[in-house]
């Protein structure tokens, strides 16, 4: 292990499914860095590559996907370097996912209790009692009222969002090094919601802990995150510190995402919305593959885009960004 | 109906046309069976009692042909619940529920079946409520082709047509559920929903899955089709900005019981309940840069034991001694504008 080191750091990944129709590149060039204590965003379109980056990162990629090019350093190492076991190890230890989905952490026919109980047990030496009191903590930690009752429930009793918290208790549990949470609070009030984001502030600050956290609410992002990376069609398409993302937006997608906020529209009157469709990953257009849905798209964004750095620490993936709005912001 | 029903129609929605759901009421009580050793302990003369869930508490609530209401509340306050005995896949553990004016359980047969398919219901949790092992096309078809809206030589093309319109490929439509993004599997349930021609649709955080540019493009869907299909709407959300932007009508929830509800404009500008009030100034926006969020204060209250009196009296900043003993009723305070608050006994 690497002191110095980021706590992640993802160069150029490429994840794609070799399916019968053809190959889907989910992931196709992103790259990365999150240091300890720091917060990552990453936004973008629905089936952009969001989720299938997080599970690239943790190695849970399945057939017929697999990573087909790229890095990932974990404390300066790097995950392919290591074994099964290695892998399983740190999964559980260091690197914790809160899924999407809460139903791919709880097993719908065990109590939460046994599911929790184990969790802590598989990773500390303590007794069941000492598990039990613990798991009992992170519930409460996570706004369930009521945590010693709850505790002997089965997860179909659950609400949607509280399924959703207690799949973020467990991987709260261990204070790993990287926490990577997919869409963690999509169910949440503002009320819940702000209590799991105290508790993650909490954690990078105590811990060191570093998150990234997946989602596509720009307001979480705009107060969570220190840096924040966009993604469209599988590639990382604009980053840097949040504010300045947000505040002046380089790249037309983000531009079109920041503009659909609901709260930006009039109440009653259309959405402002991207037009066109998400082109499929299976016949992206040749080139930027923002192209066909592009207000600024110009005949020389047939060439494949390349991703300068526009100011410091500000990349995009684009050659007409809205460089005017952004000095005059 | 009775004429009473009629009178006090909100203002606000006036325009709208008959009830097209009438909850009267309705009640929802879940509780945890006992297990083996806690039966035994009882039997013994222990003091073990059941653990009883009140997720839907006595909910009186009329939504009109026509109309959007948006339902907001915290999470675990019964909205789902609620939704469900709306969308009639859920019997009430007390109270009744009228769709068009007639009690959906003592409808019988084919009136029934028609009341079911009218009504449709995208769920919160696509992955539980798709089935892993139908591929998107049977998921989409199956329903209107066994319920005749359309023959299967016409099928695929329906099927495509249905899947183009939630902003799906159609070129997809042979991959399992699994195969595809959260947000995409979210667009798999309303394709699904939208298929069947509903009259009636209830939205459990139907958008809440999508990137805020597609979630624009179905929220304009649901508006486009409302005008053109006159298609009425139940809302469940917890994005204040998406209900706004939506609904005529707000209903507020606090563990279980309605406490406010009124136009959406009113709720937006003269909340009246205190918990209201409290939702409000909590959005987040997206103009808010790197901040502290603070933790929930006080304790959550829980379903299994909830407070006396008015369930939100031990987070309310105003609450009185009347407040921990007495239930508020849910009274008129303006034109379609109801709140459950002892304050406004005051003058
Ligand atoms: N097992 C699979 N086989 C084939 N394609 C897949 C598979 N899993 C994911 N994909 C495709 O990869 C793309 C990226 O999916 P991913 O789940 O990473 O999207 P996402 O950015 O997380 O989107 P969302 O916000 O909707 O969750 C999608 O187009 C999806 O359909
Ligand atoms: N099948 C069930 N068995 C037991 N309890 C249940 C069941 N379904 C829901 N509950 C309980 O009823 C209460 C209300 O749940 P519901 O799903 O309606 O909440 P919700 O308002 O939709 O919350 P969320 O915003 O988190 O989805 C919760 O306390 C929940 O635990
Ligand atoms: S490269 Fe061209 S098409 Fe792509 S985002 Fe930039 S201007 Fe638009
Ligand atoms: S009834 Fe009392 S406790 Fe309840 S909201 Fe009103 S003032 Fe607060
Ligand atoms: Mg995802
Ligand atoms: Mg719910």
Redesign the pocket.
Known sequence: MNDTAPTLEVRELRTHFFTRAGVVKAVDDVSFTVRRGKVLGLVGESGSGKTVTGFSIIGLVDPPGRIAGGQILFQGKDLASLSEAEMRHLRGNRIAMIFQDPMMTLNPVLRIDTQMIETVQAHAKVSREEARQRARDALGQVGIPSPDE?LK?YP?????????RVAIAIALLHKPDLIIADEPTT???VTIQGQILAEAQKLCAETGTALIWITHDLSVVAGLADDIAVMYAGKVVESGPVSQVLDAPLHPYTVGLIGSVPSRNRRGEPLRQIPGMTPSLLNLPEGCAFRSRCPRAEPNCAVPPPMPEYRPGRFARCIHPHLEEAVAA | MSEAMTAARPAATAGAGAPIIELRGVS?R?S?SLDFAAKLARRLGAPVREDV?H??DGVDLTIHKGEVVGLV????????????MVAGIMPPSAGTVLRNGQDITTLGGAEARLGKLRTQMIF?DPYASLNPRMKVTEIVGEAPLVHGLVRRAGLDAYVDAQLRRAGLDPAFKRRYPHQFSGGQRQRIGIARALAVQPDFLVC??AVAALDVSIQAQILNLFMQLRRELDLTYLF?S?DLGVVEHLSDRVVI?YL?RVVEEAPVAEIFQRANHPYTQALLAEVPRIDARKRAFAGVKGEIP???NPPSGCHFHPRCPFAMERCRVERPALREIAPGHRSACHLNDRV
């Not at chain 1, 659950?158 to 959703?164: E, V």
């Not at chain 2, 509340?73 to 789902?80: A, D, R």
């Open positions: 709850r429930s179909h009793q659950f609400s949607g969002g509280m399924r959703q169910a949440l009030d | 929802k879940f945890r869930v997720a839907v509340g915290e999470s675990g306050c019964g909205k789902s619940t609620l939704g469900r919160q459990d955080e469940i917890h929830m279980g829980s379903p299994i």
